[in-house]
Nanobody
Framework: QVQLQESGPDLVKPSQTLSLTCTVS??????????YNWARQPPGKGLEWMGA???????YYNPTLKSRTSISRDTFKNQFSLQLNSVTPDDTGVYYC????????????????WGQGTQVTVSS
């Protein structure tokens, strides 16, 4: 069974960098062919796809966030990570990692697997 678990801080100050990690079990991020995604949901708003990394290490970003976003992976730990630089209160929301058959989150399939999400608040 594929499972994903987000981890990281729940409070970040403005201008700092948010760093989150997704731990994957039941699948190898280098050999199990998923797109490994990050998405977020601000309060009262819909999901926003942030980017993804593939099994071969290719990286895709939402153009609106690309300048502040970095996705990487640690293949030994079977983890992939998100860094969001220069955060503001508008970056507050629930952050999710997800393994999907297709790139992004707009075409869901029964095989997609989502983490439970982690609340991140940006405040001084």
């Amino acid at each position: 069974q594929v499972q994903l678990q987000e981890s990281g801080p729940d409070l970040v100050k403005p201008s700092q960098t948010l760093s989150l990690t997704c731990t994957v079990s039941g699948a190898s991020i280098t050999t199990t062919y998923y797109f490994y995604n990050w998405a977020r949901q601000p309060p009262g708003k819909g999901l926003e796809w942030m980017g993804a990394i593939t099994t071969d290490g290719s990286i895709y970003y939402n153009p609106t966030l690309k300048s502040r976003t970095s996705i990487s992976r640690d293949t030994f730990k079977n983890q992939f990570s998100l860094q969001l630089n220069s955060v503001t209160p508008d970056d507050t929301g629930v952050y999710y990692c997800a393994a999907t058959i297709g790139l992004g989150i707009t075409t869901p399939t029964p095989e997609d697997v989502w983490g439970q999400g982690t609340q991140v608040t940006v405040s001084s």
